[in-house]
C-alpha cells in the first residue's frame, strides 16, 4: 500500500513557529507516507523542507508567490493511479467543476484541489474528487484538517483527517 499525506491552504510565513507546526503535523498524521501533496496557497514556499526528507510535490495557490517547481497544476503518477494537483480559483460554488475543467482531456484517477478551505473527498464516476481542507484556518468549518490517500492493487481512497473541533 503506498500512502500520501495531502495538505492545502496552509498560509504559513517561514518562521520557526510554522515549520514546528509542519513537522508536528507530519509526525503525527504523515508517518511512512510515501509522498506529501500540498494543494497551494504555502505562502512561503521554505516552510515545506520541514517535511523532508520525504519528497513533497506542490502548486501555485492564489496567496504564493513564483517559486520554482510550483507549477500552477501538475499531474502526478503513483502505484499506478494518476493525480491531478491544483489549488482552484473563484467561489466555493462551482469549485470542483472548474478544477475538473482544468485537466479536460486528461485521464486522472484523483484530483486534488484546495482554496475552500472545505474538505471534500467524493467520488464522481473513477475519479476521486479530495480537497483536504486547511490544517490551519477553519474558514466556518467546523475543524481544521489534512488528507490521507491510500493507494493499493492500482485503486485509490481518500480520507479526511480532522485535527479539533
Partial sequence: ??????????????????TALLQELAARHFRDVAMILHAGDIVA?????????CPVYGVRGNMDPAAPGFPHQRVLEAGGVRIGLIHGWGPPAGLADRV?????????????FGHSHKPLCRREGALLLFNPGSATDRRGQPSTSVGLLEIENGMIEGRIILLDG
Wanted: some cysteine; hydrophobic content about 50%; aromatic content about 2%.
Fill in 100 to 112: 475538473r475543467a482544468a485537466f479536460t482531456g486528461t485521464a486522472l484517477d484523483c484530483l486534488v
Fill in 45 to 53: 514556499p521554505g516552510v515545506l523542507e520541514a517535511l523532508v526528507p
Fill in 1 to 18: 500500500m503506498i500512502r500520501i499525506g495531502v495538505l492545502a491552504d496552509t498560509h504559513l510565513p517561514d518562521t520557526r513557529e510554522a
